[in-house]
Structures are given as C-alpha cells and as structure tokens.
C-alpha cells in the first residue's frame, strides 16, 4: 500500500475498546497501524455518568485526549474522539449522538477532525424504585447487551454511582442501593454510553472512523498534502425571483488543512437557482 500514512504508527488514546472498529478501517484505508497506551486514563478528560465534567468543547478535548496518547506512546500522530448524546440539533424531538475524531500529525503540523450526528442510538434514562414497569424502557435501551448505569435521583454529588450493569441481578441491586440513597426514593437509570458497553455507539465510531480515513485519504489538489475535505456548507443558491442568496446551500466548502485552499464542490449545477420561499427578501 502507498500514500502519506503507510507504514507509519499512531496512538489511540482509548481506554474503552474503540481501537476494535478504528484500528481495521486506519490499517486497511491508509496503511497505518495503531498504538493503544496502556494504563492510560482518559476519563480524567470527562465522562457520561457526570462524575467528571468534560472542559472545553469536544474538539478541544479531543485534541487534548490524542497529545496524551501520543506522548505516552512515542508517536508524531495521534487519534482520539468524543461523543455527545442528546436531542438532535435539527429535530429535537428525535434522539441522536454526535460523535467527533481528530487526527493530529506534528511532522505535517496537521489537526483534522470530522463528525457524524448519527440518530441509530439508545441513549434513554427513566426513573424507578424497583423492576416493575422498567421493561419498556430495558427493551429501548437494548438491554444486556447493552449496559446502564445506575444513580439516587435526588442525593449529593458524594452518593452511589454504579456503572456497566449487564444483568437483571445487577440492575436490581443497584436500584435497591441507589432508590435508597436517593431524597425521593427514585434512582436515575441511565444508558451506559462508554464504547466499549455499547455496540450501538460502537458502530457510529466505526463509520466516523471511515470517514475521517476516506478524508485522509483525499490530497490537497494545491499542495498534495491529505486531509482536504469538508469544512462546512458553502454559499446559499440565489433566488430565482430577485438573485439574493438564501438559505439553501448550493455546494459544500472544501479546504485544505495544512495551505488552506478552498474549492467548493456543488450539491446541484452550478447555476441552478432557488424558490424565492427561501429567499430572505422574496419571503421574510
């Protein structure tokens, strides 16, 4: 195999088993093989169950998570990513995850990252004091198979947290301690949304992996360097009653991350124009 990264290493800061979908689609898109450090800590860089505030926005983050993976293991590159779960940013009564890789390579002085809102996900919490009631709510949340989390619904920041409940054993006992724990009798189940205790997530990661590779993959037609690609929409197409650009995007901006070329890459021909219900000044 031939391109930037064959042959070369990167780390993965994971302490969650991401490296299972991540380091197949980096070894068989680009050549490049992946460094897990051991003993690494990224929850220290926040966590779903609330315990641990995440600082920063989630690229930055990320960024940070990739620099401590690469100097534990030695590595000029670096992977890591975040995720998000909550309503959709467009359809807020839908569901959804958002999940983000970055891809760092100090030789280059290169950081990419890409995204992908994903509503294929199971993230749900309910409340309880016992097992009764909860089987639709186990059912939604693809439980086993998936795990929960348990917590008092109402204690202080010092009261129980259970994580990776796998079993209706386990989930009893931690409503029993958790409900007990609690002001009001209630513990808050939550889906456990680490990677490694969720296929569902799994699977996202495992095609932001492929698209952060396919971009990787993609040279800068400038400056050949990889890792040109999608930055965010591009124009609004013109009214086709007054020619004010509206709301609807006509291309995606493209842009090199390391000389900063842009081209923009139509969604539909270049000249095609809008319905003035678009249009900011023919529908205000």
Same mark, same amino acid.
């Given at each position: @195999?031939?391109?930037?990264?064959?042959?070369?290493?990167?780390?993965?800061?994971?302490? *969650? &088993?991401?490296?299972?979908?991540?380091?197949?689609? @980096?070894?068989?898109?680009?050549?490049?093989?992946?460094?897990?450090? +051991?003993?690494?800590?990224?929850?220290?860089?926040? /966590?779903?169950? &609330?315990?641990?505030?995440?600082?920063?926005?989630?690229? $930055?983050?990320?960024?940070?998570?990739?620099?401590?993976?690469?100097?534990?293991?030695?590595?000029?590159?670096?992977? #890591?990513? $975040?995720?998000?779960?909550?309503? *959709?940013?467009?359809?807020?009564?839908?569901? #959804?995850?958002? $999940?983000? %890789?970055?891809?760092?390579?100090?030789?280059?002085?290169?950081?990419?990252? +890409?995204?992908?809102?994903?509503?294929?996900?199971? *993230?749900?919490?309910?409340?309880?004091?016992?097992?009764? !009631?909860?089987?639709?709510?186990?059912?939604?949340?693809?439980?086993?198979?998936?795990?929960?989390?348990?917590?008092?619904?109402?204690?202080?920041?010092? !009261?129980?947290?259970?994580? &990776?409940?796998?079993?209706? +054993?386990?989930?009893?006992?931690?409503?029993?301690? =958790?409900?007990?724990?609690? +002001?009001?009798?209630?513990?808050?189940?939550?889906?456990?949304?680490?990677?490694? %205790?969720?296929?569902?997530? @799994?699977?996202?990661?495992?095609?932001?992996?492929?698209?952060?590779?396919?971009?990787? /993959?993609?040279? =800068?037609?400038?400056?050949?360097?990889? &890792?040109?690609?999608?930055?965010?929409? !591009?124009?609004?197409?013109?009214?086709?009653?007054?020619?004010?650009?509206?709301?609807?995007?006509? /291309?995606?901006?493209?842009? =090199?991350?390391? =000389?900063?070329?842009?081209?923009?890459?139509?969604?539909?021909?270049?000249? @095609?124009?809008?319905?003035?219900? /678009?249009?900011?000044?023919?529908?205000?």
């Amino acid at each position: @195999m031939t391109g930037p990264y064959a042959g070369r290493r990167a780390a993965l800061a994971t302490m *969650h &088993g991401k490296q299972s979908v991540i380091a197949p689609v @980096m070894h068989d898109r680009l050549g490049l093989s992946l460094i897990t450090p +051991e003993g690494l800590d990224t929850d220290v860089f926040g /966590s779903f169950a &609330g315990d641990i505030a995440r600082t920063g926005t989630m690229r $930055e983050v990320a960024i940070r998570k990739a620099r401590t993976g690469m100097a534990a293991a030695g590595t000029a590159i670096g992977i #890591a990513s $975040e995720g998000s779960f909550g309503p *959709h940013p467009a359809i807020p009564f839908i569901r #959804a995850g958002l $999940e983000l %890789m970055v891809f760092i390579d100090d030789a280059r002085g290169l950081v990419i990252s +890409e995204s992908l809102i994903d509503t294929d996900t199971n *993230h749900d919490e309910t409340l309880a004091s016992g097992m009764d !009631g909860l089987d639709a709510f186990l059912l939604r949340a693809g439980f086993p198979d998936r795990a929960l989390l348990a917590a008092p619904a109402l204690a202080p920041a010092s !009261g129980p947290l259970i994580k &990776g409940i796998r079993s209706a +054993e386990a989930l009893a006992e931690a409503l029993r301690v =958790c409900a007990g724990a609690s +002001e009001d009798g209630l513990a808050r189940i939550t889906t456990d949304m680490r990677a490694h %205790m969720n296929p569902t997530r @799994m699977r996202s990661i495992a095609r932001l992996a492929d698209r952060l590779a396919q971009r990787l /993959s993609s040279a =800068c037609p400038a400056c050949a360097s990889p &890792g040109f690609g999608r930055i965010g929409p !591009g124009p609004g197409a013109p009214c086709s009653a007054c020619g004010t650009q509206t709301i609807l995007p006509r /291309s995606d901006l493209l842009q =090199c991350p390391a =000389c900063g070329f842009e081209q923009e890459a139509f969604l539909t021909p270049a000249r @095609m124009t809008a319905d003035p219900g /678009s249009c900011p000044l023919c529908n205000p």
